[in-house]
């Protein structure tokens, strides 16, 4: 008899807990988006006042690799570190010498 009420108490744990956590994960994103949407548009505002350098490298003479920079910190021929629009903090050294090209993008 013990081990019935034991299993059904346990049933009965775990549908409220899943149903609780669904109503949790509702309730949040009910309650932040609004917040998403303000961070979203301040984002926005302020990208229109912030630089954008496209970087293009050859390292071969057919290969070419294109990035878009918030900020160049460094660029040399062997050397270009800056932060990328994404966010991520970006680098790249080398020993030999490649060519590039920068562009004023806004």
Do not use: C
Request: aromatic letters at 12%; zero cysteines.
């Amino acid at each position: 008899m013990r081990q019935i009420v034991t299993k059904m108490l346990s049933t009965l744990r775990i549908g409220i807990g899943s149903g609780l956590k669904k109503t949790g994960k509702i309730l949040s994103t009910i309650a932040y988006s609004p917040f998403r949407m303000i961070a979203r548009l301040w984002n926005w505002i302020l990208s229109l006042f912030i630089d954008e350098q496209v970087i293009t490298i050859w390292v071969d003479p057919m290969k070419k690799t294109e990035y878009h920079f918030r900020y160049v910190e460094t660029l040399t021929p062997t050397n270009i570190k800056g932060k990328l629009i994404t966010g991520e903090k970006f680098e790249i050294r080398t020993q030999e010498k490649f060519n590039y090209q920068v562009k004023q993008v806004k």
